[in-house]
């Protein structure tokens, strides 16, 4: 079925220091109200979304969504989305058990390749180095993250073995906010960010899973606070944004950055303007987070941060000078950086 959408004629126009203007046009979603927090961007622009009640979407090459929606989904929430290309995609449901399914059609059909209702299972995120390798991760289980990984693009899924796993804090766990927690750099080193704990801390491996180190971050601690979504920009640059969504407005320690790699993290000199889900770059620095307070923009690095607009997503994705945000009820909107 496709979706076909109304832009509103309402834009939100911000210039900055570099003279580059973002433009975020809302988008009216007439045919789904379902909250999406899945979204993902191929390199070249192909793009999935997914969300609440087992709702799938893909941005056709007629510059239109396009909606898949199982019968049978319709008790899952699918948090995450990855894809490699316009025909192959994988989508991860997160709550009480996890359901992981892949198509390599275009959304024609889907393929079961993970199921877990384990007591205790709620997979947070997942992110891939490769149309091949890949990782999720779940809420502890017996004080450890519970961790996935997939070396055939997502057809099939097994434990992560881990050597030296570190046990989590009292509370700790990861967030399902945007799939985002979690982030594959390189060839083989992984970042996932955590929070609820007595500190928020990033869980560091270099091996893709075998063996692991956390650190701790400056990142706000407690119920509901710590790390909501994570980015590299390269090698040795991260941002991770997040905060207190029971306290949105509050901007203490909503936002950490690091420049060696994940070994030390800080606060940016400008925060953003409250509680952050999801955070998303393109390739000309350009850093855009987004959550209930609205939309924050960064360009260098994440040190500093000017608000945009209030109005609020849930997800954002930015490839080359454009890119999409997506919210609650179906809520959507299009981004353009000229």
């Excluded at 570099?18 to 809302?26: A, D, H, L, R, V």
């Excluded at 070396?151 to 985002?180: H, M, R, V």
Aim: aromatic residues 12%.
């Amino acid at each position: 079925m496709k979706i076909y959408v109304l832009f509103l004629f309402f834009l939100v126009v911000f210039s900055s220091c570099s003279e580059q203007e973002i433009e975020i046009t809302p988008v009216l979603n007439k045919l789904s109200n379902s909250s999406i927090r899945g979204l993902y961007s191929v390199d070249n622009g192909s793009l999935w979304a997914s969300g609440a009640n087992g709702i799938v979407f893909r941005y056709g090459k007629n510059n239109q969504w396009i909606k898949y929606q199982d019968t049978s989904w319709s008790d899952l929430d699918f948090r995450d989305v990855h894809s490699f290309s316009e025909e192959e995609a994988i989508i991860m449901s997160s709550g009480d058990g996890c359901e992981i399914y892949k198509t390599n059609d275009a959304g024609k059909t889907w393929r079961l390749v993970y199921e877990n209702y384990q007591e205790g299972i709620f997979f947070d995120g997942m992110d891939f180095w490769d149309d091949k390798n890949g990782l999720a991760f779940s809420d502890p289980i017996n004080d450890k993250l519970y961790m996935i990984e997939t070396k055939d693009g997502g057809e099939s899924w097994e434990k992560i073995k881990s050597l030296n796993l570190p046990q989590t804090l009292l509370g700790e766990a990861g967030f399902a906010a945007s799939g985002t927690g979690i982030v594959c750099v390189g060839d083989s080193t992984v970042y996932i960010g955590t929070g609820g704990g007595e500190v928020s801390r990033v869980f560091i491996s270099h091996d893709r899973g075998k063996n692991w180190k956390v650190v701790n971050t400056p990142m706000r601690s407690g119920k509901a606070s710590g790390i909501y979504s994570m980015l590299f920009l390269d090698d040795l640059n991260g941002v991770a944004v997040g905060g207190n969504y029971l306290d949105s407005v509050s901007t203490q320690g909503n936002c950490v950055i690091t420049s060696d790699g994940g070994l030390t993290w800080k606060l940016p000199n400008t925060m953003p303007s409250g509680y952050m889900s999801c955070v998303a770059y393109n390739k000309d620095g350009v850093l855009l987070c987004t959550g209930r307070n609205g939309i924050d923009v960064s360009y260098d690095k994440g040190n500093n941060w000017k608000h945009i607009t209030d109005d609020a997503y849930y997800s954002c994705v930015l490839y080359k000078k454009t890119g999409w945000l997506t919210g609650r009820a179906g809520k959507m909107a299009k981004i353009v950086i000229k």
